[in-house]
């Protein structure tokens, strides 16, 4: 005699997934007994209200009841289930019992073809040249062009991506604070900017300069605007890639020495870093315009001013449309990038949707990011952290994440730093550009890889 | 979800007003579930008639159909540290916001010795991060079967479960699968991953376990082919790998895939694509370098798709130079855009000050107010901190935006008393809004200290500066 208990069958039914399933109670320990013909059907009556409980679950069911008769078929005895069962107890109302199959799986895979949406937008962002050669009337050895998209970056299954973006280095007039991890690549030239700018170039590999006049400011040096420019007038002199030229952020002074600056640059076409809502932006971009530079139209994450501030330009300057280029303010990763990047994406969307106050290349001063403590710190400060690991490798991460992030959102024009940060980026855009080829053999090995 | 307005939602609700949501009419509810700050479910009427009535219940059926994500939602694990995935509405983050984090999960393997299989673990559950008022910390363990032994696989995907954090099972085996599951289907692990070689049998473990499945293929055709035939046989919680190439055309090619997915599935309205999307930055390790090289390249693949699209990750290095910024941008990006991360104003007294101690201020943005506030408190610095409305502006943007000005700085003074609570008249404001020391003496009569650029040295700084000489 077998005797197939019902703890046995609820175990069956467990393996089958149906044991969630509430409100289905079996007091007493329910025995089942198979021996021959001779079956207690009564004992089987609970059996059969509980599975007609299941209700949704008879697929579930249908395999536990097919296990049950497999067994009992193995067994040698007749399946209880074949007959007609006649329960003493309240008759329940049995639902049809299909036929037991097996778990029924598909043989071919149901062949599917995927249609990828196609997304155009209406908008083109400017292109933007930086630099002259001297068949435009300068002395660059080549230009760099910014902009020119017609899709979201590097989305090249949607538009060709003309300009990959740029990577500038900064450049000081007088020593800045900067983090130890930055410092040490440039401690050498720390007091020759033309050899600063030389290095950024020659060994780092920079597209163009940003060169920093911040020992103009007033509660700094206070150098005088005609003598802040010979700084210009030496990294001209020593490098022949594309500049970019920058005041110390103070409101008067600025504009005098961005004036300066456009005057003795005449025919470089420089950037002139920064016009903004704050300052005298009419005088700034009118000496861009005078002398054929670009103006840097720069606001304090807000699209709404950068809007405003670009209509100014456009439209009480008539700033000439390839001649703008926007900085909508970059914060480091953990310290608002999440603003950041939203104004970004959505400037760059607003452009592309035909906001013609709005589609110019975007520039980020990226060199932000050395202001997050995680990446100059030694080590947390809060003692409940897992330890902070060696700054030296959490600082350049910290400056590449900031600036792949922002480069999702379109950025154009990147002003960094750290040189292992830089070499990084220019990897990923040329990774996500299309311009390297190849790639691992067998993109699956990690799964079974044993280190 | 595939209802736009409250109106929509507003049909299928009671339409009592009877508040018991907490909001004042159905109208208001339903709004909520337009942005999904409720769900159908958090209307306890509705709830409640569809038990007993099976019309209600059809209704209720109905509005979870019609407000169900665009993006499949798959939950990996169980109880409170269960992982939900996907659920995403839109393709960017200001079009409403993005939901569920990405869910990162730390490999190991089934050949690894045991000492080093419970260091990697603990270290796994142990990591903590703090900011913005909370410590961020990991999801989970990816195990890969490397022994291709059914038992030992079992064994080592026993231990790690003893952890209790969610799993993801790493095996293309349906034998070691099978072995593992028997040990652990209960905890809902997501099982990886059924390929064009192994589907038939991986459809078979994923319905008989009834655990969430990936599927993977580089060929978008077979991942499609591969989710039509899973969801045909009853398989619900899908997850799509299009396979993360690590390097040169293959990681670009990872790239289109991956937002042609997800866009094909939103914008495209394509459900038979509507999944979440798993990246496997641990693919990194294929290239050749050192080991900063590969891992920095990791963070690289993982940031990328932290802002486009990957729902799930499956990482190698648990080095800080990894995990800090991707665990920082996971934060950035699925942080709500629609609510300002900023706190209360005011004052705070830190560690019970006396009249004697420091007075600090701060601005009310999360960030600055938590890291400001975290550092006094660890550092055991005892002072009175005062909070400024800047409107959730952070200390250098605020003043160069005039958030942050000396009349509004006198202003919080007197409405908090601070004067009354100590017996000095001096006040540090951060290294940032150094320019406004001037206004600041001028306009509230206190001596201005100029604290320093970073909260994390003001216990240095105090050393040397306070009391005021």
């Known amino acids: 005699m077998k005797k197939f208990t019902l703890e046995e069958f609820l175990d069956l039914l467990k393996k089958y997934n149906v044991e969630e399933i509430e409100g289905v109670k079996i007091e007493g320990d329910l025995e089942i007994e198979l021996e021959g013909s001779s079956i207690d059907l009564s004992a089987i009556a609970p059996l059969y209200s509980l599975l007609s409980e299941f209700g949704n679950f008879l697929y579930h069911a249908n395999m536990a009841l097919g296990y049950l008769q497999r067994l009992s078929a193995a067994l040698g005895i007749p399946t209880p289930f074949a007959m007609q069962p006649q329960p003493a107890a309240p008759a329940p109302s049995l639902p049809a019992i299909p036929e037991v199959e097996e778990l029924k799986l598909p043989t071919e895979l149901v062949k599917a073809k995927f249609e990828p949406y196609r997304e155009e937008y209406p908008g083109r962002i400017e292109e933007v040249v930086l630099g002259a050669t001297r068949a435009d009337g300068g002395s660059r050895e080549y230009t760099i062009t910014l902009g020119g998209e017609k899709s979201l970056a590097f989305y090249t299954f949607d538009a060709p991506q003309p300009h990959l ?27 020759n900017p033309a050899e600063w700018a030389r290095k950024c170039v020659k060994k780092f590999g920079a597209d163009l300069v940003t060169l920093h006049l911040i020992s103009t400011d007033p509660l700094l040096d206070n150098t005088p605007a005609s003598e802040a420019v010979k700084v210009l007038e030496d990294v001209l002199q020593a490098v022949k890639c594309p500049i970019i030229v920058g005041g110390s952020g103070n409101k008067e002074k600025d504009p005098e020495v961005l004036e300066k600056a456009a005057e003795v640059a005449e025919g470089e076409r420089i950037m002139l870093a920064s016009a903004t809502l704050d300052m005298d932006w009419e005088r700034i971009a009118n000496a861009a315009k005078k002398h054929g530079h670009v103006v840097l139209s720069w606001t304090q994450m807000d699209i709404n001013n950068q809007k405003t501030l670009n209509r100014y330009l456009l439209k009480r300057v008539e700033m000439p449309r390839n001649s703008i280029v926007m900085d909508p303010t970059t914060a480091a990763l953990g310290y608002g990038l999440d603003y950041a990047f939203t104004n970004m994406e959505r400037i760059r969307i607003s452009g592309l949707k035909g906001d013609t106050d709005l589609n110019f290349p975007i520039s980020s001063g990226t060199t932000n990011a050395w202001g997050a403590r995680e990446a100059w710190m030694v080590d947390s400060p809060i003692e409940e952290d897992t330890p902070w690991g060696p700054r030296e490798l959490r600082g350049p991460i910290w400056e590449i994440i900031t600036g792949l992030t922002l480069s999702l959102a379109g950025v154009d024009l990147f002003m960094m730093m750290h040189p292992v940060a830089v070499a990084v980026l220019k990897e990923v855009f040329n990774t996500l550009g299309g311009k390297v080829s190849g790639g691992v053999a067998d993109p699956g090995e990690w799964i079974f890889m044993e280190v | 979800m595939k209802v736009k307005s409250p109106l929509e939602v507003y049909n299928y609700l009671p339409r009592t007003n009877c508040k018991e949501c907490g909001f004042d009419t159905c109208m208001s509810f339903a709004a909520h579930i337009i942005d999904r700050s409720v769900t159908p479910f958090d209307c306890k009427p509705l709830v409640r008639d569809a038990e007993k009535d099976p019309k209600v219940k059809k209704k209720l059926e109905e509005l979870l159909e019609l407000t169900a994500p665009e993006i499949a939602e798959v939950v990996i694990g169980v109880g409170d540290t269960a992982v939900k995935i996907g659920g995403e509405e839109v393709l960017h983050r200001h079009e409403l916001t993005f939901f569920n984090p990405t869910g990162f999960f730390y490999d190991v393997w089934d050949t690894m010795d045991d000492k080093a299989l419970e260091e990697r673990c603990d270290r796994v559950v142990t990591y903590r991060k703090f ?4 410590f961020l910390t990991l999801d989970g363990f990816a195990v890969r079967c490397t022994s291709g032994d059914p038992k030992r696989y079992r064994e080592v995907v026993k231990k790690v479960a003893s ?21 652990v289907a209960d905890q809902r692990p997501l099982i990886y991953a059924a390929t064009e070689g192994n589907w038939r049998e991986f459809l078979k473990l994923a319905l008989e376990y009834k655990v969430p499945v990936t599927l993977r293929a580089k060929d978008l055709d077979v991942l499609k082919s591969l989710a039509v035939t899973f969801r045909q046989a009853g398989v619900k919680d899908i997850v799509l790998d299009p396979v993360t190439e690590p390097l040169g055309e293959g990681l670009k090619g990872t790239f289109e895939r991956v937002i042609q997915l997800r866009r094909t599935a939103i914008a495209g309205e394509d459900r038979d694509v509507a999944y979440p999307i798993m990246i496997t930055p641990i693919a990194a390790w294929l290239i050749e370098g050192d080991d900063v090289t590969k891992s920095y390249w990791e963070a690289v693949i993982a940031s990328m798709f932290i802002v486009k699209y990957g729902d799930i990750m499956i990482f190698r290095s648990i080095d800080q130079h990894v995990v800090m910024p991707t665990i920082t941008l996971r934060f950035n990006i699925y942080t709500d855009p629609r609510t300002p991360v900023q706190v209360e104003p005011g004052l705070r007294a830190i560690n019970n000050p006396s009249p004697d101690d420091p007075v600090f201020i701060t601005t009310n943005f999360a960030l600055t107010y938590y890291t400001v506030e975290s550092d006094l408190t660890s550092g055991g610095i005892k002072g009175w901190l005062l909070v400024l409305n800047t409107g959730g502006l952070g200390v250098e943007v605020s003043v160069a935006g005039g958030q942050f000005t000396a009349s509004k700085v006198k202003e919080l003074m007197e409405e908090t008393k601070i004067g009354e609570k100590v017996n000095h008249r001096y006040l540090v404001i951060p290294g940032l809004a150094a320019r406004l020391q001037g206004a600041i003496e001028d306009e509230t009569g206190w001596k201005v200290l100029v604290g320093p650029m970073d909260s994390g040295r003001i216990k240095g700084w105090l050393e040397k500066n306070w009391p005021p000489k």
Do not use: Q, S, T
């Open chain 2, 163 to 183: 952890y209790g954090k969610p799993m993801i099972l790493v095996a293309l085996d349906p034998e070691c699968m099978k072995a593992a599951l028997e040990e």
């Open chain 1, 165 to 191: 973006p740029a990577i500038a280095i900064d450049v000081f007039d007088r020593k800045p604070m900067l983090a130890k991890a930055v410092r040490v690549h440039y401690d050498d030239v720390l007091d």
């Open chain 2, 131 to 134: 900011y913005v008022g909370n």
